[in-house]
T-cell receptor
Framework: GAVVSQHPSRVICKSGTSVKIECRSLDFQATTMFWYRQFPKQSLMLMATSNEGSKATYEQGVEKDKFLINHASLTLSTLTVTSAHPEDSSFYIC??????????FGSGTRLTVV | DAKTTQPPSMDCAEGRAANLPCNHSTISGNEYVYWYRQIHSQGPQYIIH???NNETNEMASLIITEDRKSSTLILPHATLRDTAVYYC?????????FGTGTSLTVIP
């Protein structure tokens, strides 16, 4: 089946630094990928829609300059958290649309900013 | 996408059927009902989806009411590994917006 590989699974970074999270579609091409954030004991919140070869579309309230999304190829989308702060600590998940079956999701990245 | 309402939590005895309800009274005619589950600290996993007819696969059954305003996910023989948060989503297949889901605990 369609698989999305997400790396790293866990990352700890110092406050003020940037962190890049990668999401790859392994056996299919994904023209569109989606990025979610999930705080403890809460549901997934859609952050942005990543479109191959064009600018990402951000949900209301998500800072586009802080969460940089690049979708340079049909199999790779990246999310960079810039100037990370402790409040950015969260579980980040990517997904890709796979037709009528909906979406396939990455395994998630646990970001801890210290 | 349709707004969905689910009970926040449910318990089910191991080996019994787990019936998880979902209300989606605002669902439009071309929106599918999707069910996903999320085991702690993992990405969501697809379970089943349907439009009008009831559906069954190796994981679960989906019962959709005739007016499509609600549905029930049935796990026929719940196991401890089915403990997870279950999300019901109404979507035309574009963005997925997750509701709060139902936290299912399967009890030995």
């Amino acid at each position: 089946g369609a698989v999305v590989s997400q790396h790293p699974s866990r990352v700890i970074c110092k406050s003020g630094t940037s962190v890049k999270i990668e999401c790859r579609s392994l056996d299919f091409q994904a023209t569109t990928m989606f990025w979610y954030r999930q705080f403890p004991k809460q549901s997934l919140m859609l952050m942005a829609t990543s479109n191959e070869g064009s600018k990402a579309t951000y949900e209301q309230g998500v800072e586009k300059d802080k969460f940089l999304i690049n979708h340079a190829s049909l199999t790779l989308s990246t999310l960079t958290v810039t100037s990370a702060h402790p409040e950015d600590s969260s579980f980040y998940i990517c997904s890709a649309h796979i037709g009528v079956y909906g979406y396939t999701f990455g395994s998630g990245t646990r970001l801890t900013v210290v | 996408d349709a707004k969905t309402t689910q009970p926040p939590s449910m318990d089910c005895a191991e080996g019994r059927a787990a019936n998880l309800p979902c209300n989606h009274s605002t669902i439009s005619g071309n929106e599918y009902v999707y069910w996903y589950r999320q085991i702690h600290s993992q990405g969501p996993q697809y379970i089943i989806h349907g439009l009008k007819n009831n559906e069954t696969n190796e994981m679960a059954s989906l019962i959709i009411t005739e007016d499509r305003k609600s549905s029930t996910l049935i796990l026929p023989h719940a196991t401890l590994r089915d403990t997870a948060v279950y999300y019901c989503i109404g979507s035309r297949g574009n963005q997925f917006y997750f509701g709060t889901g139902t936290s299912l605990t399967v009890i030995p």
